[in-house]
C-alpha cells in the first residue's frame, strides 16, 4: 500500500552504478515514486533544473567532474534547491566523509551495506513529509530499530 502523501513525489536518483540504479528505481517506483535517473554529477545538476525533483538521492562517488559532494554543495548553494530534501546513499562510512555531507546540509546519510530498501523508502517519507529523520544509518542501527 502507497500511502497518498506519496503520490505524484518525484526523486532524482544520482547513482553511476547502473544495476543498483536500476534496483532503486524499481523498489522506489513500487513504493509510488516517480524516480529520474541521472549517472553523473553534471546530469544531476541539469535535472534538478529541468525537472523539480521534490527529493534527491545522491551517490558520492560519481564518474564525471562533480562528485556527489559538489552536487549536494551546489543544491545547497542555490536559493531554488537551497530546501531540497537530499539523502546520501553511498558505500563511504567514515565518520569524516558523513560529518562532511551532513554539514553541507544532506539531510540523511545511508551506508549502501547498512540499509535496507524499505528503510530508504521510510526515511524519504519522513523527508518527504517534513519531519526530521534520523540522519545516519550506523552499523548499530538496524531497519526495525530505526522505526
Do not use: C, W
Not at 13 to 35: I, K, M, P, Q
Not at 133 to 140: K, R
Amino acid at each position: 500500500m502507497t500511502p497518498s502523501f506519496e503520490a505524484g513525489k518525484r526523486l532524482l536518483v544520482v547513482e553511476d552504478e547502473e544495476a543498483l540504479l536500476s534496483t532503486l528505481r524499481d523498489e522506489l517506483e513500487e513504493n509510488g515514486f516517480t524516480v529520474e535517473p541521472a549517472l553523473t554529477g553534471e546530469e544531476a545538476l541539469r535535472k534538478v533544473r529541468e525537472k523539480s525533483p521534490d527529493g534527491v538521492i545522491i551517490d558520492l562517488l560519481l564518474h564525471g567532474e562533480v562528485d556527489g559532494l559538489g552536487v549536494l554543495a551546489q543544491l545547497k548553494q542555490s536559493d531554488g534547491t537551497r530546501n531540497l530534501p537530499v539523502v546520501i546513499l553511498s558505500n563511504i562510512g567514515d565518520d569524516e566523509k558523513v560529518r562532511e555531507a551532513l554539514d553541507r546540509g544532506a539531510d540523511a546519510y545511508l551506508v549502501k551495506t547498512r540499509y535496507s530498501l524499505e528503510d530508504l523508502v521510510e526515511r524519504l517519507r519522513v523527508l518527504l513529509q517534513g519531519k526530521s529523520a534520523p540522519a545516519v544509518q550506523s552499523s548499530l542501527d538496524s531497519p526495525s530499530s530505526s522505526r
